[in-house]
């Protein structure tokens, strides 16, 4: 693994983190609590910046009660895949204002993009 694609997948572990502390409803100080870090350690991780041990990643997957495989991302294809549908949106959005065909206001683009990400996942 290049140090770009462990950068990357940091990244992304940080950004699984994030979302599922959200889904659960908790604050950072309140999980930085819960599994005995502070909560600037929770932010560092949450942007890819500080790598947690994989027994943390256990009590961190435990506190959000959910599997620590959904917190690893799926590093490769489906990143990338994810990644060209979102371009791939964008400029269909675009052309599509451009043109004058549909107007699609930021509410309903970033709808559209959660959905897209929704099916490539």
Not at 45 to 56: A, F, T, V
Not at 94 to 99: E, F, I, V
């Amino acid at each position: 693994m290049t140090e770009s694609d462990q950068q990357k997948f940091y990244q992304l572990l940080g950004e699984r983190i994030k979302i599922a502390r959200k889904k659960a409803g908790l604050k950072q100080d309140a999980f930085a609590a819960c599994v005995g870090l502070s909560r600037v350690s929770i932010v560092n991780i949450e942007k890819g910046r500080q790598h947690p041990q994989i027994h943390l990643l256990w009590d961190i997957a435990n506190t959000l009660k959910i599997e620590v495989t959904d917190l690893l991302p799926v590093f490769g294809s489906s990143e990338k895949v994810s990644a060209v549908l979102e371009q791939i949106i964008d400029s269909q959005l675009k052309q599509s204002n451009a043109l004058k065909q549909v107007k699609v206001d930021k509410k309903t683009e970033k709808i559209i993009k959660g959905f897209i990400k929704e099916l490539s996942s």
